[in-house]
T-cell receptor, first 111, second 116 residues
Framework: KQEVTQIPAALSVPEGENLVLNCSFT??????LQWFRQDPGKGLTSLLL?????REQTSGRLNASLDKSSGRSTLYIAASQPGDSATYLC??????????FGTGTRLTVIP | NAGVMQNPRHLVRRRGQEARLRCSPM?????VYWYRQLPEEGLKFMVY????????ESGMPKERFSAEFPKEGPSILRIQQVVRGDSAAYFC??????????????FGQGTRLTVV
């Protein structure tokens, strides 16, 4: 059964801290893994996409890694800011054409 | 280049009525996906369409739900005879291509359906 798990479910950090969000997946036949941000009552904003042949992707203060052998991906946020507060979702694309989502990590950055 | 456009943003329907949700993909995108997010749950895939074709509807409930993506115009997700359990946020995503091409999916703002 395909599962995507995100730990922790919620996280609070003081402004300026570096943090890591974790995502694990059970289906090793992964095509790509995508990280999204969702603000309350809003849609999803794509942050980073890592293809199966890649190990990591970087965009500004964000860095995402992919380890297919262990079925894990991490999203690293450097120097966190209150504006980073949101729910972060990881999603796996496998043989099917759709994305399989985790339940998210709700991040709060305290000023 | 406008992003994925969904309308309406909010929709209220009484039990038994029909709900029609519309999605216009990003320019140049011919692949559309519908997802549902129930309260306090993750997003779940419903259906994947290309122009005039349903490619994968494995996530669609067997009854009352249907989707189309005509040659002209937006993709439509249609829910007949809505029930309270249909209350959710419905998201549409589009991509330039599908399958193994590893293209990024872009999401709309969603339609929040409330059944009263």
């Amino acid at each position: 059964k395909q599962e995507v798990t995100q730990i922790p479910a919620a996280l609070s950090v003081p402004e300026g801290e570096n943090l890591v969000l974790n995502c694990s997946f059970t289906d090793s036949a992964i095509y790509n893994l995508q990280w999204f941000r969702q603000d309350p009552g809003k849609g999803l904003t794509s942050l980073l996409l890592i293809q199966s042949s890649q190990r990591e992707q970087t965009s500004g203060r964000l860095n995402a890694s992919l380890d297919k052998s262990s079925g894990r991906s991490t999203l690293y946020i450097a120097a966190s800011q209150p504006g980073d507060s949101a729910t972060y979702l990881c999603a796996e694309q496998t043989g099917a054409n759709n994305l399989f989502f985790g339940t998210g990590t709700r991040l709060t950055v305290i000023p | 280049n406008a992003g994925v456009m969904q309308n309406p943003r909010h929709l209220v329907r009484r039990r038994g009525q029909e709900a029609r949700l519309r999605c216009s993909p990003m320019k140049g995108h011919s692949h559309v996906y519908w997802y549902r997010q129930l309260p306090e749950e993750g997003l779940k895939f419903m259906v994947y369409l290309q122009k005039e074709n349903i490619i994968d509807e494995s996530g669609m409930p067997k009854e009352r739900f249907s989707a189309e993506f005509p040659k002209e115009g937006p993709s439509i997700l249609r829910i007949q005879q809505v029930v309270r359990g249909d209350s959710a946020a419905y998201f549409c995503a589009s991509s330039r291509s599908g399958g193994r091409s590893n293209t990024e999916a872009f999401f709309g703002q969603g339609t929040r359906l409330t059944v009263v």
